[in-house]
């Protein structure tokens, strides 16, 4: 899954243009390290900094948000952090050593 759409309840203007959906990206490690610097120590600056950069829109834009559609987003952002199951057969057995 490369991109989440997330339904919002409260639709938003973005970029002069109501909208009721927002579409998310996987994130980057160069997404996280370059809100990370854009913030500094602000915590909050950075998760929406990170969002905007994933949506493809203003950090600004995104302040205007309902509580419960960036509660969403949160969401959607935490799925892209869940690892995937890996395959069974790609998977060793606890303590085996690799097959030769």
Do not use: C, H, N, W
Not at 11 to 18: K, M
Not at 20 to 34: E, F, I, N, W
Not at 76 to 99: H, L, N, V
Request: no cysteine.
């Amino acid at each position: 899954m490369d991109t989440i759409t997330i339904k919002l309840d409260y639709p938003i203007t973005l970029d002069g243009v109501l909208r009721d959906t927002l579409t998310m990206r996987r994130p980057k490690v160069r997404d996280v390290r370059g809100a990370t610097k854009r913030a500094q120590d602000d915590d909050e600056l950075r998760e929406i900094t990170l969002f905007a950069m994933l949506a493809d829109v203003a950090p600004d834009e995104l302040e205007q948000m309902d509580m419960a559609d960036y509660v969403a987003m949160q969401r959607a952002y935490d799925s892209f952090r869940t690892p995937r199951p890996i395959a069974r057969k790609d998977r060793q057995g606890d303590g085996e050593a690799p097959a030769a």
